[in-house]
Nanobody, 121 residues
Framework: QVHLVESGGGLVQAGGSLRLSCVAS???????MGWFRQTPGKQRELVAS???????NYRYSVKGRFTISRDNAKNTVYLEMNSLKLEDTAIYYC????????????????WGQGTQVTVSS
């Protein structure tokens, strides 16, 4: 079974920082890892992603504030969030796009349980 275990969420004041971590296990290989977030009543939206080769994409609204990084050897992805704003409040979901077994032709997407990030004034 594939498991993605997240940590680092919590309550922070506007302007503060949080560092999210996500460790994937039970997966054979991973291409992209990253983070989505979701607020009730809104669609889940991509925050940031990073491939195994280091290609990074950010949602425009977080550019310059968030930094995604990855440790391929540990199947771990991080999201450093700085200058947090009220609108960053959401449940943040880690994902990994990869192959569960070496015989899979295409990759699948696997999700963490989500971690709450709440930014207060």
């Amino acid at each position: 079974q594939v498991h993605l275990v997240e940590s680092g969420g919590g309550l922070v004041q506007a302007g503060g920082s949080l560092r999210l971590s996500c460790v994937a296990s039970g997966i054979f290989s991973i291409n992209a890892m990253g983070w989505f977030r979701q607020t009730p009543g809104k669609q889940r939206e991509l925050v940031a992603s990073i491939t195994s080769g280091g290609v990074i994409n950010y949602r425009y609204s977080v550019k310059g504030r968030f930094t995604i990084s990855r440790d391929n050897a540990k199947n771990t992805v991080y999201l450093e969030m700085n200058s947090l704003k009220l609108e960053d409040t959401a449940i943040y979901y880690c994902y990994a796009d990869g192959k569960r077994t070496p015989i899979m032709v295409t990759s699948g997407v696997y999700w963490g349980q989500g971690t709450q990030v709440t930014v207060s004034s």
